[in-house]
């Protein structure tokens, strides 16, 4: 009998996309034979998950949970919008932004977390639905918000299930005032976030190759006008002002009352909190954002079945 090592135990769960323990019992089995525990999974249905991996997975929900003074949000895909809505893959989505508050924002700590009532990872569980339910899932990216006093609100577009649907927002305001109205204004900034998808909190934080980007179009743009060099300059800087209104949320106007701008209403929220707030971080997640979709049409979906 070959020594089930780890690096054996390793190389059958790259092959299978099977849980640790999983593999691990299968080589047990099978007297460390790869090929012969690969096909005990299979038999076991264990194995199904490596088989749907190249699978393009842009649907699922994206979480979100919050404790006092932290929050998580979490995207977990899914192949379909169906299984979106099958009450275990909401389970345990909720379940894995719960997990996410002690991630400090690592998803290979969250996907290496005990998973609830189970022997196994996050990971392992995962791979285990992948096998039940017959579909590619993925865990694809985790973020995680702290602050020392204060409330990490939340809002999710779209909602599917409590805390779960296709956009999630967290929001930290950091304050010492009263707890129940930071988490009221929290959730309206968070509503404000959802709609506007600012890109930083302020323009110090904005990418300065982004910066550069606008500034070339915009110089561009305002030569056409065909006005001498010192005038194009003052009409950049101009509009370099108004793309900082647009994109970055402290500057931007408050979509709740049309008129003021998010860091005058957080200002003026520390009179009924009883004390100065402070906007520290925002997070914005939007289910599939960055997947590319396979695109194929119906007439070739039925040619490529026929000539199967």
Aim: with cysteine; proline share 2%.
């Amino acid at each position: 009998m070959a020594e089930i090592t780890a690096s054996l135990v390793k190389e059958l769960r790259e092959k299978t996309g099977a849980g640790m323990m999983d593999c691990k019992k299968a080589l047990t089995e099978t007297a460390g034979d790869m090929e012969a525990a690969i096909d005990w999974l299979r038999t076991k249905g264990l194995a199904k998950a490596a088989k749907k991996a190249d699978r393009v997975a842009a649907e699922g929900l994206v979480a979100v949970a919050t404790e006092g003074t932290r929050g998580a949000v979490v995207e977990v895909n899914s192949e379909t919008d169906f299984v979106a809505r099958n009450d275990k893959f909401q389970e345990m989505a909720g379940t894995i932004a719960k997990l996410a508050l002690a991630s400090g924002g690592s998803l290979d700590t969250l996907s290496g977390a005990s998973y609830p009532g189970t022997s196994g990872t996050v990971q392992d569980h995962l791979t285990g639905m992948i096998a039940s339910i017959g579909e590619n899932m993925s865990l694809r990216r985790v973020a995680t918000l702290e602050v020392s006093d204060g409330v990490v609100a939340s809002y999710v577009h779209n909602q599917v299930a409590p805390g779960m649907g296709k956009i999630g927002v967290l929001v930290a305001l950091e304050s010492s005032g009263d707890k129940a109205t930071l988490e009221a204004l929290g959730r309206q900034i968070a509503m404000h976030i959802a709609a506007t998808s600012p890109m930083s909190l302020r323009k110090e934080d904005l990418d300065a190759a982004a910066i550069e980007r606008e500034r070339a179009v915009l110089v561009e743009q305002a030569r056409e006008s065909g006005k001498p060099e010192a005038v194009i300059e003052k009409m950049v800087e101009g509009r370099l002002r108004k793309f900082y209104e647009e994109v970055c949320l402290l500057e931007q106007t408050y979509v709740i009352d049309g008129e003021s701008r998010v860091g005058q209403v957080v200002e003026a929220a520390a009179k009924d909190a009883g004390a100065p707030v402070d906007l520290i971080a925002f997070v914005r997640f939007t289910l599939g954002e960055g997947i590319e979709k396979e695109e194929q049409d119906f007439a070739s979906e039925v040619a490529a079945a026929a000539g199967g």
